[in-house]
């Protein structure tokens, strides 16, 4: 009865809204904008760092990238003839960080040469990848078809090379794919394997894949190639001695991953005086990632607030001229009998009607706008349910509160000044 | 100054009294003086009787009403009603006193107006908590018992004066008070109309009903059994119309 009792009074709270279309329409308008906006900004938010996440996962978040890097001072006297660089991480660098760390869980080489794939008469610029079978397990990617490298391909220095789904479209398209022969620079290497590359062109951070890699046995790259390369510019050769350019390490926790860090850069420092390597810790990206998602939430929370509660003043407002215009009625109503709850009651449901439509409408808003920036613009948008949740509750939250006030003085109201009210 | 019961007009036994005043004051404090809007008044009004207050403005013949009608407590002095003690009520149990003892008809009618007819008629039955269906039962044989069956679903102001008064007198009956109030019931009506209303507030009295109506016009005051008649904020005389030809024609029950 008491749930019928209370049906009916949200039935009457409804029709005495209707009695004034227009204003209550208005009334609502500043919640309808308020929740539009916050769910709208909150799904463009939650994309923008959905998308930032995702790249950084990539990376692996127990991983520790190192690169090799041409130290400044050598970059800029590297016009000399005849000059060789020598710098970046060694073989030996390897070895120190695998056995100085407990927390260390595998160290990952890499050799990146520059080189061009051909088929036939198809050729593709490659970036050669000399590595270790542990590299697919760091960077984890979907195998397309085949295997990928294993542990006795390094023992047997095969000649095999794993690669990507797009170097597979553009050199054997239309050929049988396994065990394809394919010329790379000076060898000829065995496709066995295709994987996936999650690489993506844009986007602020670089996987350690490309999508035009193509994986070779860390010791056949050693043998081939050597550790020095020439490049040919305008009237000069420069020749670069580089042992590794690239090492992945595996940390066991992402608790232990930053310490880590700090302890591999105390070591490496020790062995390179001049900083020839670049470390990046997806990890601490992520973090830095999520510290500004935390601010960019508690900004959009502040405008949200200040535009719920200008919404919540806007219907106090209203109400209040409401309980102005209809203290007659009041006075009716108690007069007949009544109580004060009732009365606050009786409008505090009107002010909720008011608050929860309005935040209805705001909500179909902010469902629509996000989907307008993705079809129209191609930013990633990610409406969350919690925020649609957040959104309703908040809307009879704005109603209460800020009908509490304009309730209760209609419900106190003297009865006998109230009738006599013209 | 005389005191007057309404003891000695009273009709049945002693015991069936609805309303019992004894010693009655009302002080309003206007600035630094306080004003006596009723002065010891002491009145007893027996079930079934018809009563109309008149008297000058400032007479307290409003103050009375809102008294009567528990809307307002005492000051001093003992209010029974229905043998209850108002003065250490609650506000609360004030608005229940009227929601199950009293009906109010109002000079200007007091509907409101964004609900229909048989919504006004039924709102003390929804204050009650009866069941919708039971109640709107109940609305629909108050309705045609003040011939208003054909109206139910309109609006109050697409009425006419007279069918307004009768949604409110329809709405008053709801939750079968024991007692009536009409604050000058005819003031904003032509005569003919007044006229049909004080008809049937006369039949509803000889259908046993307690009415006490206050009003300025003696034609309307001549309808009522006893009449009134207040002055600075007591009772004046009391005068018995049972005998009143322009009465007896429509009172046929009382005796």
Known sequence: MIGSRFSRNITLGVKTLLLHKMRSVLTMLGMVFGVGAVIAMLAVGEGASKQALDEIKRLGSQNIIINSQKPIEQAASGSQRIRMNIYGLLYDDLERIQQSFDTVVRTVPAKLIRGEGRVGSRTLELRLVGTTPEWFELVEREILAGRVMLDRDMEQSSNIVVLTEHGARKLLAGKSILNAQVRINQGIYKVVGIIKSEATDSGTMQTPDQQIDAYIPLNVAKERFGDITVTRGSGSNTREMVELHQMIVEVDSTKNVESTAAGIERVLSLFHPKKDYRMSVPLALLRQAESTQRTFNIVLGSIAGISLLIGGIGIMNIMLASVTERTREIGIRRAIGARRKQIIGQFLIETVVLSVTGGLIGIGIGLLIPWLITVFAGMPTVVTLWSVMISVVISIGVGVIFGMYPAMRAANLDPIVALRHE | ?255
């Open chain 2, 1 to 255: 100054m005389t005191q007057y019961s309404g003891q000695e007009f009273g009709v049945g036994n002693a015991e069936d009294r609805v309303i019992e005043l004894n010693g009655v004051w009302k002080t309003y404090r206007m600035g630094d003086q306080d004003v006596n809007a009723l002065a010891g008044v002491d009145l007893q009004i027996q079930r079934g009787s018809f009563w109309a207050i008149s008297g000058s403005s400032g007479s307290g013949k409003s103050t009375m009403l809102n008294l009567l009608g528990c809307l307002d407590r005492p000051t001093q002095g003992k209010y029974l009603l229905e043998g209850q003690d108002i003065a250490s009520t609650s506000d609360d149990e004030l608005s229940d006193l009227r929601l199950k003892h009293l009906g109010f008809i109002f000079q200007n009618f007091n509907l409101i107006p964004q609900l229909t007819v048989q919504e006004n008629i039924v709102l003390p039955l929804f204050y009650q908590g009866i069941d919708p269906n039971e109640a709107n039962e109940r609305g629909q044989s108050i309705a045609a018992l003040v011939g208003l069956a054909e109206r139910l679903g309109h609006r109050p102001t697409e009425l006419s004066g007279g069918q307004q008064q009768r949604v409110a007198i329809a709405r008053a009956l709801a939750n079968n008070p024991s007692v009536l109030l009409a604050d000058e019931p005819t003031g904003n009506l032509d005569t003919a109309t007044g006229d049909s209303i004080m008809e049937l507030l006369v039949e509803l009295h000889d259908q046993g009903k307690t009415i006490i109506m206050v009003t300025h016009e003696p034609e309307i005051a001549a309808y009522a059994q006893y009449q009134l008649v207040m002055r600075d904020g007591n009772i004046e005389s009391i005068t018995d119309q049972t005998n009143n030809e322009h009465h007896a024609q429509k009172s046929v029950v009382q005796a």
